[in-house]
């Protein structure tokens, strides 16, 4: 893995714990030599995490809609930054730069970026891990939801374990590491195509 996009809050969060332990995954990524991908800013987890890479000697990409980047929340350290149109490009922009999705603690723009690319990895459409970093336990209620879903039937088991999950950045990366994509049932026959 060559390279990372990350999904998180822009604000800080109710706890330390969630700035302590963004700060802790930056510092593993500049280590293991993984250049981060994000959503830009300078401000919240997000900032944290990015200042950590870059203030251990790693690498960081931020993408940006242009709406955002003139209020003046983008960080102007980067190794790069890239504007973009929209929210929708900036994460196509990212998919299309990351190796892996990691998602720490935010609020429902940060669920809904994970959704997506992890209803792309459902669907075939990339066989890239998607993971969870379980802060203080932010994500329990989401696990137990994709576990409900399971048990009705609404999410295929092998789907369910797509979504990696683990308290530590170390343990989740070596979870990258070591990933292979479950093979995606074709809703497609070879006649309809």
Not at 138 to 164: C, G, V, W
Request: glycine share 8%; charged share 25%.
């Amino acid at each position: 893995m060559k390279t990372l996009a990350v999904f998180c809050g822009s604000s800080n969060g109710a706890s330390d714990i969630y700035v302590e332990v963004a700060k802790k995954l930056g510092k593993e990524l500049a280590k293991r030599d993984i250049t981060l991908i994000y959503g830009g800013a300078s401000v919240g987890v997000m900032g944290a995490l990015a200042d950590a890479v870059l203030e251990t000697g790693g690498k960081v990409i931020g993408v940006m809609p242009i709406f955002l980047e003139k209020r003046e929340i983008s960080h102007k350290n980067l190794t790069e930054l890239i504007v973009v149109d929209s929210m929708h490009d900036r994460k196509e922009k990212m998919a299309e730069l990351a190796d892996g999705f990691m998602v720490l603690p935010g609020g429902p723009g940060t669920l809904e970026e994970f959704f997506e690319v992890f209803t792309w990895a459902q669907l075939g459409l990339h066989q890239k891990p998607c993971g969870l970093l379980n802060i203080n336990h932010y994500f329990d209620p989401l696990i137990a939801l994709f576990n409900h879903m399971s048990d009705e039937q609404f999410l295929h088991e092998k789907y369910r374990t797509m979504a990696l999950v683990d308290a530590e950045p170390s343990g989740l990366l070596d979870q990258f590491n070591v990933y292979e994509a479950p093979t995606v049932k074709s809703y497609i026959t070879e006649k309809q195509i």
